[in-house]
């Protein structure tokens, strides 16, 4: 079931329909307004999608554009709605969240992808993360947090959730990095410039752009043209992914 907004009035369809575009609900943008974050829902739930399009689709600057019932359909999902953010499950049918990330973050111009799921194993938030998921966040996140974490996520800023954090914390201070990763990693960081590498630091010790900013002597607006220099360098797709590469290549 692949679902794209457009008419408001048309009933939710169920989960496990067969597979097709349908209506469903979704807020439309005034011409005179910034267009609002348009947001493809993604999970196996039906009553879930409902009451995250309720949640995502009452608040002005944001839009739900359409709803997919598993990860199989995500990507012609994604064609179809034309998403900044997908906001996606883990456990589904056919295709679990993890596989429709990497094949999300496979595509020539991908959207954001936050994770909202129940579970928090270790191996889920980093595969998530190094798949190229902007955020994860468990499902018990209350909703005002959620619609924040789509925008920081729409804005290019990682979120996640407080024990995702300590997840992540207890993997880059557990020991050494297997030496392959390791060996690749640093490969990668010495090829930076000197002011690349800087950047990189900060942002593998988890420094906002405005701290970043304040610690190099560097503009805001700078400081973002590196992160998104460093992004196109390293061949990653956002900036959790490069304080991963930091912390592999031992550096933090």
């Given amino acids: 079931m692949v679902a794209v907004a457009g ?40 009553l879930v999608r409902a009451g995250l399009s309720m949640i995502l689709g009452g608040t002005p600057d944001l839009d739900v554009v359409g709803e997919a019932a598993d990860g199989i359909e995500v990507v012609r999902a994604v064609a179809a709605c034309r998403p900044d953010v997908v906001l996606m499950d883990i456990r589904m049918p056919r295709l679990d969240g993890l ?7 496979a595509l020539p111009q991908p959207p954001e992808v936050l994770v909202l799921t129940t579970f928090d194993a270790d191996e889920h938030v980093l595969r998530a993360l190094r798949a190229g998921a902007s955020g ?48 690749r990693a640093a490969r990668l960081i010495e090829g ?28 805001v607006a700078t400081v973002k043209a590196y992160v998104s220099r460093l992004l196109t360098r390293l061949g990653l797709n956002n900036r959790v992914q490069v304080a991963l590469l930091v912390h592999d290549a031992g550096l933090v």
């Fill in 136 to 183: 994860f966040l468990l499902k018990d996140t209350p909703p005002g947090e959620i619609v924040r974490a789509v925008r920081r996520v729409a804005a290019g800023e990682a979120t996640l959730s407080p024990t995702v954090t300590r997840t992540l914390i207890e993997h880059v201070t557990a020991g050494p990095v297997a030496d392959p990763r390791r060996d």
């Fill in 192 to 219: 930076l410039t000197e002011r690349e590498r800087a950047v990189a630091l900060a942002l593998g010790m988890g420094r906002t752009n405005a701290e970043i900013a304040a610690e190099l002597y560097m503009s």
């Fill in 99 to 105: 596989a429709a990330t990497e094949a999300l973050r």
């Fill in 7 to 46: 008419d408001m009035t048309g009933p939710l369809p169920a989960a496990g329909a067969e597979s097709g575009v349908a209506p469903a609900a979704g807020t439309g943008s005034p011409a005179n307004e910034e267009r609002p974050v348009r947001i493809l829902i993604v999970d196996d739930d039906a």
